[in-house]
């Protein structure tokens, strides 16, 4: 019920709109468009990064399971590999920390809103343009 009702207001409204002028509806529909292209290259450079990570995580993890489960704890005694495995431990989470970091430093925040509310203006100005060389 709730998902035909969704599906009637999505295609009324633009319709309406458009019916009203077509400029307004182009508005609309083309208004999300850089925020959206800028949220989907974002995502695609953090999936390769995800993807280029996990051999790093899985060392993590290993170093995490050998000093955290009681089976293993006689041979880290034993050999004294307590410090050695921390140190690696510690060393893998610092380079998945610092690329995490770097992503989300290019993270498209304060640029996604830059180009939308560029493109935003560029079409309110056009529409403006449009309606007084109509007038």
């Known amino acids: ?25 182009l508005f609309l529909l083309a208004a999300p468009l850089p925020r ?4 989907l290259a974002y995502a ?17 993890w290993y170093y995490h399971w050998m000093m955290t489960e009681a089976s293993h704890a006689k041979e880290i005694r034993l050999f ?5 495995f921390r140190d690696r431990f510690k060393e893998q989470r610092e380079t998945l920390r610092g690329g995490r970091r770097g ?8 640029r996604e809103k830059f180009v939308d509310s560029r493109f935003t203006t560029l079409l309110r100005f056009s529409c403006r343009a449009r309606r007084l060389a109509c007038s």
Request: proline fraction near 5%; aromatic fraction near 10%; glycine fraction near 12%.
């Open 103 to 110: 992503c989300e430093k290019s993270k498209p925040q304060g």
């Open 36 to 39: 959206a292209l800028a949220r």
């Open 80 to 84: 004294h590999l307590g410090p050695l």
């Open 44 to 60: 695609r450079k953090r999936y390769a990064f995800e993807q280029g990570q996990a051999k790093c995580e899985r060392r993590a």
């Open 1 to 25: 019920m709730q998902v035909g009702q969704n599906g009637i207001a999505l295609i009324g409204i633009p319709a309406l709109l458009f019916s009203f002028n077509w400029w307004i509806g």
